[in-house]
């Protein structure tokens, strides 16, 4: 259902349509109380009480990289409208250095909250202008603390919602975790797994796994190689190594806290020299004088004072020796 500019959706007034999705429509559209712009996400269906619940753990939120929610209706949500690009194509290294970070960074607020973003992926991620990062779409999260009881793929909230044609899956299959593909519960590490697919595309410029549906990525998901060739020769050790830790198939192996990630790339970034990139001078080589030789050529040190003139010891005195006396004839 499109709505038209001048639609009200209770206080919110639709100025036009920005966006479509599984989910639905999304509108900017303006707050008349506040008088302010916001993005209205609309809902095909009218949202479960659950939903709604876990809805409003995510507006607790409140992270200078997450998109803030505003609002919640029986079927819509009101959340900050972001103007910007969404990430998409190889980037310089520093840059995606300083992305990362930020995305670690609102990742780990929500973390310490106990919501899971669940379908993190370069859609959801938005810089602006000021080359500010803003994380999207945290209505998919949900509460750790009420983790269902493991069950199909039908049942996993991760893959299904009350808000959706059961079985649809909503997280993009790319992006999911193994665990996630499989069907099973998933907690802070499937956002760390697909944080590291969202590093990884941003170096390499191109999709980590892919196939022609969803069945064949999501098999890619579980048992295709890693290709870190793919990868820029300049990347720096420390980005690769975590990369390595956050692509782990076993999920006890994984890295365990993105906080860690945020640590690491907070931290001293060596890049390499890739192909053509301009060598550092050397430093100026500096000549080895040996010990004395200032003395002997003063003019090469200006500053060198002259060697002093040794003194002479004065001549030693012979002991006078008596004249013999002579005896008397």
């Given amino acids: 259902m499109n709505l038209t500019p001048g639609t009200r959706l209770g206080p919110y007034e639709i100025l036009d349509l920005i966006g479509a999705g599984g989910m639905g429509e999304v509108y900017r559209a303006r707050d008349t109380r506040l008088d302010r712009i916001v993005a209205l996400k609309v809902s095909k269906e009218q949202f479960s009480e659950r939903f709604e619940r876990e809805a409003r753990s995510v507006a607790a939120l409140n992270h200078p990289n997450i998109c803030a929610l505003y609002d919640v209706g029986p079927n819509y949500l009101v959340m900050e409208y972001v103007e910007g690009e969404s990430l998409g194509g190889a980037l310089p290294i520093p840059l995606v250095v300083s992305y990362a970070r930020q995305i670690a960074e609102a990742l780990e607020a929500a973390h310490e909250k106990g919501i899971v973003h669940r379908d993190l992926k370069p859609a959801n991620v938005k810089v602006t202008s000021a080359g500010t990062i803003k994380v999207l779409d945290f209505g998919l999260a949900k509460a750790l603390s009420e983790d269902p009881v493991p069950g199909s ?83 720096p050790p420390v980005v690769r190594t975590l990369l390595n830790r956050c692509l782990e198939r076993d999920v006890r192996k994984r890295l365990q806290a993105i906080g860690e990630a945020r640590i690491l790339l907070e931290g001293p970034i060596e890049v390499l020299a890739g192909p053509g990139a301009a060598q550092p001078h050397p430093p100026p080589s500096r000549r080895f004088v040996p010990p004395g030789a200032a003395l002997r050529a003063p003019a090469l040190c200006p500053r060198a004072r002259p060697p002093r003139a040794r003194p002479r010891c004065p001549p030693r005195a012979r002991p006078r020796v008596p004249a013999p006396r002579r005896r008397p004839s």
């Fill in 153 to 235: 793929m039908q049942n996993s909230p991760t893959l299904s919602m009350a808000m959706t044609q059961a079985g649809m899956i909503l997280g993009t299959a790319a992006y999911m975790s193994p665990e996630q593909a499989k069907g099973k519960p998933a907690d802070r590490r499937a956002d760390i797994w697909a944080f590291g697919v969202v590093l990884y595309e941003m170096l390499a410029g191109g999709q980590t796994f892919s196939g022609e549906t969803a069945a064949e990525t999501l098999a890619s998901v579980l048992k295709e190689a890693i290709s870190f060739e793919r990868l820029p020769a300049d990347t």
